[in-house]
């Protein structure tokens, strides 16, 4: 195990990563300041990269490690922190009792004030998140700090084993963005803080209700996460029981209770959304477009789509 112990922090715009990476490339462009980092060969191979504007970190990393690292930092003055691993897993540890193991596909989000912290890194892994990191500043202005009155469950003292919570799909499609966009800027910036916003109140919406990521809601956003992946294939309900380790009944029955829709229902409204975005910005035939998400005979595509849409592609194309 390799092991960095970080100064005192504050408002660090750094990632707990930058010790073991050497900057390449840093820029200050409209009020956004950019640096990209690569890690250093003894430790991983990969990037991090950091942008801090308007009282905002965002930080992502996308590596893979060759050793098992971590990293310990004091955090001296308040901010708040959501975190989104997209691929690996975590072991954190807050004072001398809590510890978090955090898993790929989950997210927390934590208001931290006097705060001492290790994060393990396990290494022969493929390693992606997200890192946000709020500032007092922005949490007065958008007055978030109505959300910390005790049993709101996001301080740092109300952190337990069940703390993350699975990424919901809008959640995966908003970190996809982020993660893909190209531009420079002031535009940038102004997408990554609407992405932030965006993301910030999908916490907040599913603060009271949202799954414990316990092993069984785990499971069901994996499947959740299959289906997503391509919307070409044609799961049946043995395949995605298998893959997961879930029986067929209880993987009907609590898909259904998590997410308010069947297997069948979820998979199809998601070939629908596709076939609108192609409808609309492109201009493949009706034939290509059922083809490409999944069905070999267009008139049935056009019946399930206006079984769903409530018109037919053809209409809806020409609206």
Request: aromatic share 10%; hydrophobic share 35%; proline share 4%.
């Amino acid at each position: 195990m390799y092991g960095v112990e970080n100064e005192k922090v504050g408002f660090n715009p750094y990632c707990l990563l930058c010790p073991y990476t050497q900057i390449k490339n840093k820029e200050n462009n409209n009020g956004l300041i950019k640096k990209e980092y690569t890690f250093l060969p003894d430790f991983g191979t990969g990037k991090l990269v950091a942008y801090w504007f308007d009282g905002l970190v965002v930080c992502m990393v996308d590596a893979c490690l060759k050793r098992d690292l971590k990293s310990a930092c004091h955090v001296t003055s308040p901010r708040l922190d959501l975190s989104y691993l997209i691929e690996g897993e975590q072991i954190i540890e807050v004072g001398e009792k809590q510890v978090l193991v955090f898993e790929s596909q989950e997210s927390y989000m934590v208001y931290l004030t006097n705060t001492k912290a290790t994060i393990q890194y396990n290494c022969n892994k493929c390693f992606r998140e997200v890192r946000i990191r709020i500032s007092p500043d922005f949490v007065k202005h958008y007055r978030l700090q109505e959300l910390y009155p005790p049993g709101k469950g996001i301080m740092i003292e109300d952190l337990h084993p069940n703390s993350t919570k699975p990424m919901c799909p809008k959640t995966r499609n908003i970190l996809a963005e982020m993660i893909q966009d190209k531009q420079h800027g002031l535009i940038k910036r102004l997408f990554l803080k609407s992405k932030v916003l965006e993301l910030l109140t999908l916490q907040l919406c599913t603060l009271k209700d949202a799954p414990q990521a316990n092993a069984l809601s785990k499971k069901l956003y994996e499947v959740a996460a299959l289906i997503e992946k391509d919307v070409t294939k044609i799961f049946t309900i043995k395949e995605l029981s298998k893959q997961v380790g879930i029986n067929d009944y209880t993987l009907k029955k609590e898909f259904k209770r998590l997410f308010g829709t069947t297997i069948n229902e979820y998979s199809t409204d998601l070939k629908m959304k596709e076939a609108k975005t192609l409808l609309t910005m492109s201009n493949k035939t009706i034939t290509e477009i059922s083809e490409l998400i999944g069905y070999k005979n267009p008139t049935h595509f056009t019946a399930a789509f206006k079984r769903v849409v409530g018109v037919t592609p053809k209409v809806y194309r020409n609206t």
